[in-house]
């Protein structure tokens, strides 16, 4: 975990609650700092009970549907 200094907890502070916008001064990537409850809320959300991924055996039934020659 990264620490922040306090004059970045300053900068953070004066934009509002966030999410800010962080930009890597090399690279030039912009990143977006969420608080923790935030993003666990958005993972839930995204990875819910309801989403199969890619490896879900029960998804392999319309793997005959793809290799069906047409």
Known sequence: MIEL???QVRALEA???G???LR????????VL??????QLVT?????????????PE???YEQYRKKKV
């Open 5 to 7: 200094r306090e004059e």
């Open 15 to 17: 934009q509002g609650q």
């Open 19 to 21: 999410p800010w916008r």
């Open 24 to 31: 890597h001064p090399r690279t030039q990537e912009v990143f």
């Open 34 to 39: 969420i608080r923790q409850d935030m993003y």
């Open 44 to 56: 839930k959300i995204i990875d819910g009970p309801n989403r199969r991924g890619w490896d879900d």
């Open 59 to 61: 998804l392999d039934v």
